[in-house]
């Protein structure tokens, strides 16, 4: 089983985004009892809250569901269960980095390092602007899966 966190600040926005777009891709490929996908913050500010109305309505327009989702707080233990742990921006990296003690086994990336074009997700809370952040958020979670499982065409 493939174990993967997505990383943002306050875990309402582009990491659940992510989240839920991975898990959409790898049940669109049949794969859901090969993958643990979940997400989390690297701040606190956010924990207990659902995903924001913007991320929720952009992922509802893909057919995509975010219900249920509680944001949880990023914890130095995830580094042991998750196999990849993936954050959005540098900040992100630096605070998932201070978190886990460090990255030993190269775990943590960010999630367009996997595309042909790395850099960071812009945060669509400030900037408001989520169809960028949902076009890198798709590319780079298809990046993943094709690196990890090999090309597979997965419609969204």
Known sequence: MT?????????????PMAEYVMKHIVKEAGLEDQF?????????????????PPARRKLAGHGISCVGHIAR??????YDEYDLL?????????????????????????????TDHPK????????RDFDTAWNDILEGCMSI????????NVAM
Do not use: W
């Open 73 to 78: 707080q990023l914890q130095n233990r995830d």
């Open 145 to 152: 899966f094709e690196k990890l499982i090999g090309h597979r």
């Open 36 to 52: 643990q996908i979940a997400s989390a913050a690297t701040s606190r500010e956010r924990l207990g809250s659902p995903v924001s």
């Open 86 to 114: 993936i954050g959005m921006d540098y900040a992100n990296l630096r605070d998932m980095y201070r978190i886990c003690g460090g990255d030993f086994d190269g775990k943590m990336h960010l999630l367009l390092d996997f």
């Open 120 to 127: 960071e997700v812009s945060n669509p809370c400030y900037t």
């Open 3 to 15: 174990r993967i966190l997505f990383a943002c600040r306050g875990n309402i926005c582009r990491g």
